[in-house]
């Protein structure tokens, strides 16, 4: 039975959305209508379940003395903290004169958009680093998609240094490789992979597919 | 080859620090060329008829709102400044702090109103699913709006909005990533044949060009894109009524930030294409030297 409900839950709800789709009758209409509202709020608990894992692994490492245990116990400080100024704020336990959410606010401006910026900044320096040691010209589409990725790198930004036409140039060959080359080659991947979902949603739908039970 | 790979990489970091630390302290910026692409997304939102209600939807967080955000209040301003109301959705849950900020900061600044001029929705959990159920009810999906509460059908530019999109004539995104343009494409694009503009990041751009321009009638890719939108905007701020400059002189401010972050951008390609050069210099001497 662990097997055949999920299998058999996936069937119904994967015929009836198929239905609802390309029938407009008040009747399927509403029968995707909840089932979407449920899809939905299996997102929200699967947040809930998230943080239940996540909160057993860091506990065990913790526990365990892993050597990555101050990290996850500053994870833990930080998710009940946030979590805890929250429901606090939320319901006029703690309040501030700078407004409603002002604790909360605090932590999101002053420490959160720094901290997530700066991880996404650093990217700039790695891709510097990667360029240098991992770019090589080796084989003939190796040397294309690096020409490539040069000509795309200098027609995407200005270039004061250099006179107008030579920018121009460069961008009139960035919109060719982009407008064309590339939206040609996107087209054709869209395609294949909109063709390979629609195989695998039919697989799961006859209950063919079943990698998602962990089989 | 052995060269290559003996260099220390603090140095490359080294170098990428001094160039963006010293061109920032330097304060060189320049113009850009608008794109067709920039061009189009700004025409569309020009096209629209006074009073006409949108949907504006942020699909970003921090790591991306130095690309994002600036299209975005850039955005808000175009749509104020035109009479152009708007709902305000979220798929991203660290998006509401922001588009709430730059339209508390703007959207007043031209008289405009909330509940009557735009609404905030806030985050929507649910990803495509959220997309795909804001298309079939927008009033199940969210029966309260997310600034205190107030349910939505009192707010009275909900009045105007029907379920499945109806009343929405353009749908704009913020996309960094998943869930983003590409699902609302798939979910809202296609599905009920709306009109669609995008913000997207740089890395994110190379898709769009396949969907341009019969899914997708215009975009603005990355930080150029922000730039040559900035500059669209800008440039056509003073045929605007505003009762606050404040928020039109931060505009301007944000324009000239963009047009300096592009000189440092230019910069850092250059860099980038140097040591591309550089790196495979090394690697055929090395090469060589072992034949």
């Given at each position: 039975m662990k097997r055949e409900i999920p299998i058999a839950l996936t069937v119904i709800c994967g015929l009836l959305i198929t239905w609802a789709f390309f029938s407009p009758s008040e009747l399927s209409q509403a029968v995707n209508v909840e089932l979407t509202a449920w899809a939905s709020i299996f997102f929200a608990v699967a947040f809930l379940l998230g943080i239940g894992n996540l909160v057993r692994i860091s506990l065990k490492q913790i526990s365990a003395r892993h050597p990555d245990w101050p990290y996850k116990a500053l994870l833990m400080l930080m998710l009940f903290g946030y979590l805890s100024i929250g429901l606090l704020e939320i319901h006029g336990v703690i309040e501030s004169e700078y407004g409603d959410k002002a604790y909360q606010d605090w932590i999101y401006e002053r420490i959160f958009k720094p901290l997530q910026s700066t991880m996404f900044a650093l990217l700039a320096f790695y891709i510097a680093s990667a360029a240098f040691r991992a770019f090589r010209a080796r084989s003939m589409e190796a040397t294309l998609l690096l020409t490539a990725g040069a000509l795309v790198m200098l027609g995407q930004v200005p270039l004061p240094i250099a006179p107008p036409e030579v920018g121009a140039f460069f961008a009139r060959v960035q919109g060719f490789l982009m407008a064309y080359v590339n939206a040609a080659g996107q087209s054709a991947i869209i395609m294949g992979a909109a063709l390979g979902t629609l195989a695998t949603g039919l697989r799961i739908v006859l209950g063919l597919e079943r990698s998602y039970l962990s089989e | 080859m052995a060269q290559a790979t003996d260099l220390d990489r603090r140095w490359i970091f080294l170098a990428m620090g001094v160039l963006v630390v010293g061109l920032f302290a330097s304060g060189v910026s320049s113009?850009?060329?608008v794109s067709r692409y920039v061009s189009d997304y700004y025409d569309t939102i020009e096209a629209l008829p006074e009073g006409s209600v949108v949907m504006l939807s942020a699909d970003f967080d921090p790591?991306?709102?130095?690309?994002?955000?600036p299209t975005y209040q850039a955005t808000i301003h175009h749509?104020?400044?035109?009479?152009?109301?708007v709902v305000n959705v979220a798929t991203w849950p660290a998006a509401p702090p922001y588009t709430r900020k730059a339209f508390d900061a703007i959207a007043p600044a031209y008289g405009r109103e909330y509940g009557t001029d735009w609404v905030e929705l806030g985050f929507k959990p649910g990803d495509d699913v959220a997309m795909a159920q804001i298309g079939q009810s927008i009033r199940t999906t969210y029966p309260r709006d997310d600034r205190d509460g107030t349910a939505i059908d009192q707010l009275p530019l909900m009045s105007e909005v029907g379920d499945s999109f109806e009343g929405i004539e353009l749908l704009l995104t913020m996309s960094a990533g998943y869930?983003?343009?590409l699902e609302w494409i798939a979910q809202a694009g296609g599905r009920y044949d709306m009109t669609m503009l995008a913000?997207?990041?740089a890395v994110q751009t190379p898709d769009l060009f396949a969907?341009?321009?019969?899914?997708?009638?215009g975009f603005c890719g990355g930080a150029t894109g922000a730039t040559q939108y900035l500059q669209l905007v800008a440039n056509s701020a003073g045929t605007a009524t505003i009762m606050d400059q404040a928020p039109l002189?931060?505009?301007l401010a944000v324009k000239e930030k963009n047009q300096k972050r592009m000189v440092i951008q230019m910069w850092g390609h250059l860099l980038i294409i140097a040591l591309i050069v550089l790196g495979n210099v090394l690697y055929f001497r090395g090469r060589k030297a072992v034949a």
């Open positions: - | 113009p850009m060329p790591a991306s709102a130095a690309e994002l955000f749509l104020m400044r035109r009479g152009i109301r869930p983003g343009i913000a997207t990041t969907y341009y321009p019969t899914q997708l009638a002189d931060e505009l």
